[in-house]
């Protein structure tokens, strides 16, 4: 299959739900590959090069957060978790399988076609920045230099004092967006916007902000007695601080 299109697997085991995935994928433009189950789910992942995964939670034989977790040990594709468990913890832990974005049901096709263009954006733009304009094949390292830390754009890789950090994908971009213009405040609303792509915000999607800045804070401040990278402005937000 050529690369012109964007394809799209769903995975969901509801019939009916399947089916409306897919007419709202496919009437804003994408190709949709669909799976009833996780196995099959991931079957399709291996015959086909797609570009984004949905996945249903609570499928048979394999559940979708399984099926993240087996994705994520080969591929680095866009994946969105969509289900009906929507409790903090049950969003935090598919975040943490790896998914980039999680959906609570009901949802409307318009909500979820705008999140996965601003995945897609965002993939694209990192695909983008590997190769120098003029010189296909060759890379360009983007860096920022922010105090101790070197944040490597090209590699995602990030480090303190030349020791690599270990970050996920979700907080490598945090970091990314914080450290861009330090000592500006970053509101949760403007975060989830910016990182996830969503255009409100409710307790959920801020908690969901609340843990990830506080896992990327612990990896940041391990070694660095009394100081913080990332210091929370109560009732406003986040603000990245340079230290030398």
Not at 84 to 94: P, Y
Not at 98 to 109: E, Q, T
Not at 148 to 156: M, Q
Not at 176 to 204: C, K, M, N, V
Request: net charge negative; aromatic share 6%; glycine share 8%.
């Amino acid at each position: 299959m050529g690369k012109q299109e964007t394809v799209i697997l769903v995975a969901e085991d509801d019939n009916q739900s399947r089916a409306a995935l897919g007419r709202h994928l496919r009437a804003a433009g994408y190709r949709v590959v669909e799976a009833e189950d996780g196995e099959t789910a991931l079957f399709q992942f291996e015959r086909f090069d797609f570009d984004l995964v949905i996945l249903d939670v609570l499928m048979p034989k394999l559940t979708g957060l399984e099926v993240c977790q087996h994705i994520r040990q080969q591929s680095d594709v866009p994946i969105i978790i969509v289900t009906v468990l929507g409790s903090a913890d049950d969003r935090v832990s598919g975040l943490e399988m790896g998914a980039n974005d999680y959906m609570v049901k009901p949802f409307s096709g318009r909500e979820l076609v705008a999140r996965i263009r601003a995945i897609l954006r965002r993939t694209r733009r990192r695909v983008e920045i590997d190769t120098e304009e003029g010189a296909p094949g060759a890379i360009a390292h983007h860096t920022l230099q922010v105090g101790s830390l070197n944040i490597d754009a090209t590699t995602r890789r990030v480090y303190k004092h030349g020791r690599q950090i270990r970050l996920t994908e979700i907080e490598f971009h945090l970091l990314q967006l914080l450290a861009s213009e330090p000592s500006r405040i970053f509101s949760r609303a403007e975060i989830l916007h910016q990182i996830w792509g969503y255009s409100t915000a409710d307790r959920l999607d801020t908690k969901t902000v609340d843990v990830h800045i506080s896992r990327l804070r612990i990896k940041l401040d391990e070694g660095e007695a009394g100081s913080s990278f990332i210091m929370t402005i109560h009732g406003r937000g986040y603000t990245f601080v340079v230290h030398d």
